[in-house]
């Protein structure tokens, strides 16, 4: 199979495990730092309603579902690029190798949102959850990232 075609498939499935893990991590922090679980997932929706959407509370279309809508494209876009990069490798399907990965691709994930996106293009929920929140939504992503991985079996040959 085509490396890129594999690594969109793969990517589609880790990177939507992930998005949902992640999702999760930010539903519960958000419930317990700020006591609205569609907080930090709202936050997401600046991308496309700007700042006023960081501060909202309550569950909404225009701000939750457009929240996890980005949130899940870019965890999907992330997904594409770990498999392309280490997640179709034959090695990369044993735990201990796919958490490597997923931690790193997560690690690189966190850098880019943080130290190399403009602000309007950063995740938006670092503005309602702590660091060490933050610190648990990246680690479900990478935890998303190495499960959704595993899944998917590796088409390269092992060398």
């Known amino acids: ?5 594999q690594a969109l498939h793969e990517g589609l499935v880790s990177g939507s495990v992930a998005s949902l893990l992640s999702a999760a991590a930010l539903a519960l922090a958000g ?5 609205d679980a569609a907080a ?4 997401i929706s600046h991308w496309v309603w700007d700042r006023p959407a960081l501060y909202q509370n ?10 996890y809508l980005v949130h899940h494209t870019a965890s999907v876009f992330w997904g594409v690029l770990h498999a392309r990069a280490w ?6 399907k044993q735990p201990g190798p796919a958490m490597a990965g997923g931690a ?5 994930a966190c850098f880019v949102d943080f130290r190399m ?3 309007r293009l950063t995740p938006g929920f670092e503005h309602r959850l702590s660091s060490g929140a933050l610190l648990a939504v990246y680690a479900c992503f990478a935890l998303g990232l190495a499960l959704g991985s595993m899944e998917v079996p590796s088409t390269r040959p092992s060398r």
């Open 1 to 5: 199979m085509n490396p890129w075609k």
């Open 31 to 35: 419930r317990r730092e700020n006591g």
């Open 40 to 43: 930090p997932v709202n936050a």
């Open 58 to 67: 309550g569950a909404s279309i225009r701000h939750t579902l457009v929240g």
């Open 87 to 92: 997640g179709c490798r034959p090695l990369a």
């Open 104 to 108: 790193a691709a997560a690690a690189v």
């Open 117 to 119: 996106t403009p602000r």
